[in-house]
């Protein structure tokens, strides 16, 4: 696929109020949610009639509109999924923004000229991911706002678009693997519903109240120029929840910035930030001063900021040229010609002139009626007069004229500039399904070698270890019950790769996988694949999507209900992640190291409640995990799954005789003798 030369610049839009500022400050497209399956619940996003509305704006403008289809979907919400699928396709939506494979089976069976970008949920951030991505189908990949300059720039030049993130919130977790809130209150960052929970206090320092899971917003402006020439094809502003004001003057500063002007950075400070911005992932600043907060001055100053932020968008924004002919004889009517840039053209007819009582009209009077363009978004052009002696029309009338063409010019460059693609339903779910369950195998997952000597290999089905382990764990125990555990996030993918080849040569032929860059490594390296937690898959369908890539069975989402569990019709075996602390979130700035250096490190945060969230670091490969405060305990609720081929417990901090006693509780379905335990979203679920 050809990449495209412009740089567009990219606007939120969370209401048609918002979209109005947007397209006034002169965006070149705009993202937006429909009345379901937006990331951004919580906004007032569009229905069905709007989101027509909006697309025939934007497209008379020649601005592109790409619809945020980007939560995780369950298996009751396919048909609706369809309808909105449908709904995009038939009104000339440019593409769908999504992180669930279901989306991508739906475009491909039913409208598969339907233009599909990855979502940022699906923590794309390697070479792997985005080849991955290509062979999905997708057209464009949103990249992890986590990425320094140098890896923007070598993942977007493989022959796929790629859009950055360059202003707006940051979230302290890697985008698509945070269950904080989930976990916390049952409140899905990847349903769309985030409580924020990362924003609330939350520290590392014992005994004080500090906001160590809140990062500053992102602003990458002054950087404009280096992140177009490392090939990038859209420059993303977030916060479709925010005011018209900000969006308005993020893209103005945005637009100014892309043609090396300077903007008003101290109004886009007031506007909305927390204590100033950060730049810290673009080139590895990580640490304290990419924390921060909304103080009482941020509040102070944006309101003051915002009547100034209006004057942005009070009128259009001049995306072209118009050029009129304007031909008015004896006895015909009046008739007006418009043309813009591109070549579309548009005609209206008029009255039949009168003769001239007194002044007749000329050409001078016709062009300042003409020139009344203010309402509209063209900048006048070229005018050509062919005017019959002695003739008078009314201005009023000349006025009414230019309005009806240029409104008709509008049309055709709206209809010009949309692509409805035919929609064929299909059954999403006509798929073989694997007959498997009963009594569901044991697999764990250990963080060390040492937690392993206690574990009886013939009373389990499989063994994870992290992968830098994996080699010497080949050596100890049996390699064909042994899966390399891919790290869930990394800076540097190449060395990956040569230790799976060692890894391989060791004799383990299995990976467990927790994003789709992983996919491609073992579809090259012949690894048998399994996938873990990390790919949220949540339906039916995304099972069926899953398996055509070669995978050989499928943990499935922990923010599933037990009963939505129980009702999947499943492609492949598939199986719940059933003990352990449930990850709240990845991150690669350490909550930790920032506040008390890694000297001082406690290993965990505490919030409000003084409940401590252990955090596991993974420094080799630039990320932690902060997890749970209790652990999951399922053994004595397996009856209330059916049809599990396998679970896994997951052990962090156990020891191997602390190991050996859980693996036996779930063998037996004994009841914990720890009270201080959870049973996760299973039986109360998400929203």
């Not at 813009?340 to 009582?357: E, F, H, L, R």
């Not at 890694?598 to 401590?612: A, F, I, L, P």
Request: proline residues 3%; glycine residues 6%; neutral net charge.
């Amino acid at each position: 696929m050809q990449k495209k030369c412009k740089c567009e610049v990219l606007a939120p839009c969370g209401s048609p109020e918002t979209l109005t500022a947007a397209l006034r400050a002169g965006c070149d497209a705009v993202y937006l949610g429909g009345e379901h399956f937006s990331a951004r619940r919580n906004a007032c996003n569009f229905s069905d009639e709007e989101l027509e509305q909006a697309v025939a704006i934007c497209h008379k403008q020649g601005v592109k509109v790409y619809l945020a289809v980007n939560t995780m979907i369950f298996d009751d919400q396919l048909e609706d999924c369809m309808s909105a699928v449908r709904h995009a396709a038939e009104i000339g939506v440019d593409a769908l923004i999504t992180q669930d494979l279901a989306l991508v089976e739906i475009v491909k069976k039913c409208c598969s000229d339907l233009e599909i970008h990855s979502s940022t949920q699906m923590t794309i951030h390697t070479a792997d991911g985005v080849e991955m991505s290509k062979e999905l189908g997708f057209s464009r990949t949103v990249l992890s706002r986590e990425l320094p300059l140098e890896i923007i720039r070598e993942l977007s030049q493989r022959d796929i678009e790629t859009e950055v993130f360059v202003h707006g919130a940051l979230c302290m977790s890697v985008s698509g693997q945070c269950y904080m809130s989930a976990v916390i209150g049952s409140r899905s960052a990847n349903r769309g519903l985030c409580a924020q929970a990362c924003r609330l206090p939350c520290s590392a320092v014992i005994g004080r109240e500090r906001y160590d899971l809140s990062l500053k917003d992102m602003s990458y402006f002054d950087s404009i120029a280096k992140i177009t020439a490392a090939g990038v094809s859209s420059l993303k502003i977030e916060g479709r929840m925010k005011r018209p004001e900000y969006a308005a003057m993020s893209v103005d500063c945005c637009k100014k910035a892309l043609a090396g002007e300077d903007y008003d950075r101290q109004t886009l400070v007031d506007v909305f930030s927390r204590s100033g911005f950060t730049d810290g992932y673009l080139y590895h600043k990580l640490g304290r001063e990419m924390f921060g907060t909304r103080q009482k001055e941020d509040v102070n100053a944006s309101a003051k900021a915002l009547p100034k932020v209006r004057e942005l968008y009070r009128r259009e924004f001049k995306r072209d040229t118009v050029s009129f002919r304007f031909t008015m004889q004896a006895d015909k009517p009046c008739v007006l010609t418009a043309a813009d840039g591109s070549g579309n053209c548009a005609q209206v007819c008029g009255d039949i002139p009168q003769t001239a009582q007194n002044k007749p009209t000329d050409g001078e009077t016709v062009l300042r009626q003409l020139s009344k363009l203010g309402d509209t978004i063209y900048t006048l052009g070229k005018t050509e007069f062919d005017i019959g002696e002695g003739l008078f029309i009314s201005p009023a009338q000349i006025n009414a004229l230019r309005r009806q063409v240029c409104e008709k010019l509008d049309d055709i460059r709206a209809e010009r500039n949309t692509m409805r693609v035919k929609f064929v339903p299909a059954d999403m779910l006509d798929f073989k399904t694997y007959e498997g369950g009963g009594y569901p195998k044991i697999r764990i997952t250990a963080a060390s070698l040492s937690q392993l000597e206690k574990v009886d290999f013939n009373e389990i089905e499989l063994c994870g270890v992290p992968l830098d382990l994996a080699q010497k764990a080949a050596e100890i125990y049996p390699a064909d019950k042994l899966m390399a555990v891919m790290p869930r996030f990394t800076f540097d993918e190449n060395s990956q790769r040569e230790k799976l080849k060692a890894v391989k040569s060791a004799g383990v032929t299995k990976m467990l996988a927790s994003n789709i860059a992983h996919i491609k490594s073992a579809e090259d390296m012949g690894f048998e694949l399994h996938l873990d937690y990390g790919f949220n898959l949540a339906n039916s369908c995304a099972l069926n999507a899953v398996k055509k890539l070669g995978v050989k069975d499928a943990v499935v989402s922990f923010e599933l209900k037990a009963a939505q569990i129980n009702r999947l019709k499943k492609p492949l075996p598939v199986g719940i992640f059933a003990y352990g602390r449930l990850p709240l979130m990845l991150t690669v700035n350490c909550p930790v190291s920032q506040s008390v250096g890694c000297k001082n490190c406690t290993g965990y945060v505490t919030d409000r409640t003084n409940r401590e969230f252990p955090v596991k670091c993974w420094k080799k490969h630039g990320y932690v995990e902060i997890l749970n405060s209790e652990k999951l305990y399922l053994a004595d609720k397996l009856d209330e799954f059916r049809g599990l081929d396998f679970i896994t417990l997951n052990f962090s901090d156990e020891n191997a005789e602390e190991i050996e006693k859980i693996i036996s509780q779930y063998l037996l379905r004994e009841k914990s003798e720890n009270g201080k335990i959870t049973r996760g979203l299973y039986f109360r679920g998400v929203m």
